[in-house]
């Protein structure tokens, strides 16, 4: 168990470690997230500018409730495509770093474009089984319908956990990259499990910084203290935003780590540049 806890905290400091060794790894997440809220605001406007061509008597017909459907499927597949995609690139470009190696952004995505049909087949598959998990855990409603939704979801997480790079660096079909994805979680089980709980509880911690320092400010601007509230909440918003940025780039570059570990059997430490090794450990590599 030492050894588990000790490998994972190991690996979480990787992953951060890379990140603010290379900023440019948070391109792929921000870039993703812009897209996605992209397509998300034409979809807000889809419903919007559709609604007053579907009313008949002053109310809302079914065709409407159809278009809508639709339009929210599309978004739905259109941003699951999307952070599929992005986070193709975030682990190939990870990758070559751990390797030794200086990628730039356009190293993550031609990586991730060299792999388009796999990813894109992929990227239907998962956004599916996310409608049906949906719809399955609404048919049920209640506790019911949120416990089955919860464990068929956290299922899913786990054996789709390795997908990705599996697809990237194996170039198996997206099915059975699932049940290789699947094995090798529980044969890294431990280790992966307890780095995903260190590096959530780590943005956890951040993002509550972010709410806190939020609701500060907001009291300070409803109390009068307007110029110090505002400084507050902004400051906690920013938090906010670069902690998920943050998360979301770590959890990429954690999954690529972990990937070379489960294939390897070996912490990256030893993979990483000499100048790296040395500011990670104080010591000569």
Known sequence: MAGTFSDSWRLTKISFGLIFQDSALLVFPLVAGLSALAVLALFAFGTYFLAPLLLVGGNLTTSYEVVGIILFLVAYFSTTIISVYATGALVGAATLKLQGQQPTAADGWKIARENLPRLLIWALISATVGVLIQ???????????????????????????????????????????????????????????????????????????????????????????????????????????????????????????????????????????????????????
């Not at 994805?181 to 956890?204: C, D, W, Y």
């Not at 780590?257 to 100048?275: E, V």
């Open 135 to 285: 719809l399955i855990s609404s048919r049920l409603r209640g506790a019911p319908g949120l416990i089955v939704g919860g464990i068929a979801g956290a299922t899913w997480a786990i054996a789709t956990y390795f997908v990705i790079p599996v697809l990237l660096y194996e170039r198996l079909s997206p099915w059975k990259s699932l049940g290789r994805s699947a094995k090798m979680f529980m044969n890294t089980f431990g280790r992966t499990l307890v780095t995903n709980i260190v590096l959530g509880l780590l943005i956890a911690g951040g993002v509550i910084l972010a709410v806190v320092l939020g609701f500060i400010g907001l009291y300070l601007v409803f109390t009068g203290v307007a110029i110090v509230g505002i400084a507050l909440a902004l400051s906690g918003l920013a938090v906010g935003v670069l902690m998920v940025l943050l998360g979301t780039t770590a959890e990429g570059v954690l999954r690529a780590a972990l990937y070379r570990y489960a294939t390897t059997g070996k912490i990256d430490m030893d993979l990483m540049p000499q100048a790296y090794r040395l500011s990670m450990t104080g010591t000569p590599p």
